[in-house]
């Protein structure tokens, strides 16, 4: 868990599934939040929410599916749970592809949508590590001279120090002092971690 609590989301137009929701998962312990439309949802929206989506396929004016596109054009990592109906089950398969968590089909076992739950977020503080790790690799990145990047631009493409030291027109020596200071800035210690590291970000 991050500092930031998991919350279970909870999209739904009917009143009745958004208080058994909530009656069960915080029997569970969980922290859930529970909206009456895609639009309110949006409007409570943020970058920073962790957790998981449980998202009604079927809603008037803005359909869950609508919302997940929504979501995606946002850029949102939140993992989505959608609860189908029968004839929803086609809809619901092409949300998975596009990108969703999972779907479950009405009606349930209690079980069987808190064990998707406990997965969804496993996903979620997964996401959110790889999050923390690409931005401080974008932060060590931005801590590069102009000519650091351009040596370790060059020694990621697997250029040999002579190479880089013709094709920038410098020195070897000069070369190896910046393949030292790129290695230290970017925190690693072989040039398969900073491949890696370039990889993650690129």
Known sequence: MSE????IFVVDDDEAMRDSMTWLL????YQVACFASAAEF???RSDEMRGCLVLDVRMPEMSGLELHE???ALGSRLPIIFI???GDVPMAVAALQRGACDFIEKPFHNADLLSRIERALELDTEIAARRQRDDAISHRLEQLTQREREVMKLVVAGKLNKQIADELEISMKTVEAHRARVMEKMGVRTLAELVKAV???N
């Open 4 to 7: 930031l609590r998991q919350t």
């Open 26 to 29: 915080e029997g569970e312990g």
């Open 42 to 44: 949006l409007g409570a």
């Open 70 to 72: 929504k979501l995606d």
């Open 84 to 86: 189908t109906g029968h």
């Open 199 to 201: 990889m993650t970000v």
